[in-house]
């Protein structure tokens, strides 16, 4: 039995168990799936109410009135916070240019840290692994005051290329900051996933494709990295998730049109003037939830399989 | 020129050695067997043939060329492994293409190659299939087909057969062996089973701790192996091993083996040993193998020398082609490969023969040959 059927093999049948147990175990299911629910029904709902609705009705009423006019304002039109731009949809393009290259920078580089902890050992690479995972249990806050200090000096050199050869290479751009930010601490984690995947991934393949000739880099490419689709998709929708709903280093690191989503979210929110728009606020809210949860709908069954895989063969 | 020299090779890891200076060679066409119990150094021994551990010293030369330190593909050599490492994201075409396409092999040249492997070995209709869609036999011989296309000087097996269940192992043996007969290649493989080295091997090395006990031709091996670990190792059931003294009986130098009751078992001095080595009053270790004791009327019609004794039978396994009898002489178990329809019950008394012309014998001091 492999770990998959594991894991999506059907639970033992309830049909053994008395009435009692089984209305006592389908109302809690019952219970907690509501609980879960109820706020993206009123966050859907609301959203597609007019404002007068919103403010004047019972929050669990169905529109009266249908529109999705609080959608495009909050893609297109919503002020955000004094920005001059309007709309979320800048900034949901500024979280998209920073995730996609952040996760798969990460991601590709935990792979070749857990191929090299695992393959090609060295002395003291347990201890380089012990200390990669500080990464994973840092508290963000304490390094922003240091990381502004090193981005800070990215930027000076990015200044200096620019005048030496008219770009920048990105130094000193807010996206480029946060994806640089982002590898860093997410280095600790995919390298954790991908060394503890690699760990069971069989020595012989690698000889094999030593002898065959492979070099090291081939051997990462061509052998490795083929048989890595479970715990790959396992770092993207974590990376994925994590990197699009950090605010942190988002609010930190990124003012004005250059933040990214969550960031321009809250500035949304978060308005001290005129009158709050929570239509508009709940289709902004789940614009920005959007992709996070796309993502895991498109590859979630490979998440559970992915992270029970390394669960069971340790 | 022999293709394969080792001389004095010594592998160490931190300060544990496990190969203690080994030397061997081998011929154009051999089939060196590296045989012993697990841990005896000899997976790590093809290893370091194979370029994939490095060795603390000596040397390993591949058709007179010194290796010690080029990349294993640089070796002329192929490795076929224990779990055969086929890549699982590849089709059997391409992992048999791999390393000509890692040469830079052009594409044509190497598809032609693999038909030709392919046909060799019978797998042409799996040439599409992924390694999970084969079952093991299969995969076995895409793992030999790999090793195949690339006409190494040297073939490097290691436990091929141990995952494979006991009627494939059998097949998957004779078809090894016409293998190395009809391509007449030259073969370096490793197997703790003795059965797979003696069937398979022109030369074997039997090896312990990381020394080499003794390196000879199969019969070699079997009749004059060099000390009581070989004698004891090849072999099922294992060669009897009896507690003896040199003395003089009616005018002649013999070995008694003493019983715990009846009469002492007097041994003339086998035709394997140099008489004048032996000195009355040493104590010896008598070797004899099961199928040189048997009952009186199935001894060898030839032996020159044959003694008989009186033993009870203690156990009778029938094993369909033989029966083993285990019968205590010397105080000590001694094993009788006798005929299937052998009419021997346990608790009898029964008269026993040894085939001396058979028979070795040992220091029990050194453990070697005497």
Redesign the interface.
């Given at each position: 039995m492999t770990s998959a059927d594991l894991v999506t093999s059907a639970p033992r049948r309830l049909s053994g168990h008395s009435l009692t147990t089984r209305i006592v175990i389908y109302g809690l299911l019952l219970l907690f799936a509501l609980v879960y629910l109820v706020p993206l029904v009123v966050m859907v709902m609301t959203s597609l109410k007019p404002l007068g609705e919103v403010t004047g009705g019972n929050m669990f009423a169905l529109p009266e009135q249908l529109t999705f006019r609080p959608w495009v304002d909050a893609w297109g039109e919503a002020r955000i916070g004094v920005s001059e731009t309007r709309g979320i949809h800048g900034y949901f393009l500024n979280s998209v240019k920073m995730v996609i290259p952040a996760v798969l920078i990460s991601t590709l580089l935990g792979a070749l840290n857990g191929y090299v902890l695992t393959k090609w050992r060295f002395p003291g690479d347990k201890l380089v692994f012990g200390m990669m995972l500080f990464a994973c249990f840092i508290p963000f806050q304490s390094v922003i005051i240091p990381m502004a200090v090193i981005l800070g000096a990215l930027g000076r050199i990015g200044v200096g290329l620019y005048d030496l050869t008219g770009w920048s290479f990105g130094l000193g751009n807010a996206t480029v900051n946060l994806v640089i930010v982002h590898v860093i601490y997410g280095l600790g984690f995919t390298t954790l996933f991908f060394r503890n995947y690699y760990e069971t991934f069989p020595n012989e393949l690698v000889k094999a494709a030593m002898i065959d000739g492979a070099s090291f880099f081939q051997i990462f490419r061509r052998v490795l990295l083929p048989n890595s689709t479970p715990i790959f998709i396992v770092t993207v929708i974590y990376q994925f998730t994590n990197i699009w709903n950090d605010f942190l280093f988002g609010s930190t690191f990124a003012a004005g049109d250059t933040a990214p989503m969550t960031v321009a979210l809250n500035n949304l929110v978060n308005t001290s003037t005129g009158v709050v728009e929570y239509n508009v606020n709940m289709a902004a809210a789940i614009i920005a939830a959007a992709p996070t949860l796309l993502v895991y709908v498109v590859a979630g069954r490979y998440f559970v399989r992915g992270l029970m895989a390394g669960a069971v063969k340790g | 020129m022999a293709t394969l020299e080792i001389a004095d090779l010594r592998k160490r890891f931190g300060t544990i050695e496990v190969l203690k200076g080994i030397d061997i060679t081998l011929e154009k066409g051999g089939f060196l067997v590296l045989v012993g119990p697990s841990g005896c150094g000899k997976s790590t021994l093809l290893n370091t043939i194979?370029?994939?551990e490095q060795i603390s010293s000596g040397e390993i030369r591949i058709g007179g060329n010194v290796v010690n330190h080029l990349?294993?593909?640089k070796r002329d050599?192929?490795?076929v492994?224990?779990?055969y490492?086929l890549?699982?994201?590849m089709s059997v075409a391409e992992n048999i293409g791999?390393?000509m396409e890692?040469?830079g092999v052009a594409k044509a040249e190497r598809e032609k190659a693999i038909e030709a492997v392919a046909r060799t070995l019978q797998i042409e209709h799996l040439l599409k299939r992924r390694p999970s869609q084969l079952s093991g036999g299969q995969r076995q011989r895409v793992a030999m087909g790999?090793a195949l296309v690339r006409r190494p000087s040297i073939f490097l097996f290691d436990e091929p057969l141990s995952n494979l269940d006991a009627k494939l192992r059998v097949d998957m043996r004779i078809e090894i062996k016409r293998l190395h007969q009809t391509t007449g290649s030259t073969i370096v493989y490793v197997t703790h089973d003795q059965i797979e080295a003696m069937t398979l091997a022109t030369k074997i090395a039997v090896l312990r701790n990381g020394e080499l006990q003794q390196v000879g031709s199969p019969s070699e091996i079997y009749n004059c192996p060099a000390n009581t670990f070989v004698a004891d190792f090849m072999g099922s059931p294992a060669m009897n091993l009896l507690e003896g003294k040199v003395a003089q009986a009616s005018g002649a130098q013999h070995v008694v083996i003493a019983r715990k009751e009846g009469e002492p078992i007097l041994l003339p001095v086998p035709a394997s040993v140099d008489a004048g080595k032996l000195q009355d009053g040493a104590k010896v270790i008598f070797g004899i193998r099961p199928e040189a004791v048997n009952d009186v009327e199935s001894i060898d019609r030839n032996a020159k020398s044959v003694v008989r004794f009186d033993a009870t039978v203690e156990i009778v396994e029938p094993a369909g082609s033989d029966t083993f009898v285990v019968i205590h002489a010397a105080g000590k178990e001694l094993t009788a490969r006798m005929r299937a329809d052998a009419d021997v019950r346990r608790g009898q008394n029964h008269t026993f023969a040894f085939n001396l012309d058979k028979a070795v014998l040992f220091d029990p001091e050194t453990t070697a040959r005497i």
């Open positions: - | 194979a370029g994939l990349h294993p593909s050599i192929a490795m492994f224990q779990s490492a890549y699982p994201n791999f390393g890692m040469r790999r």
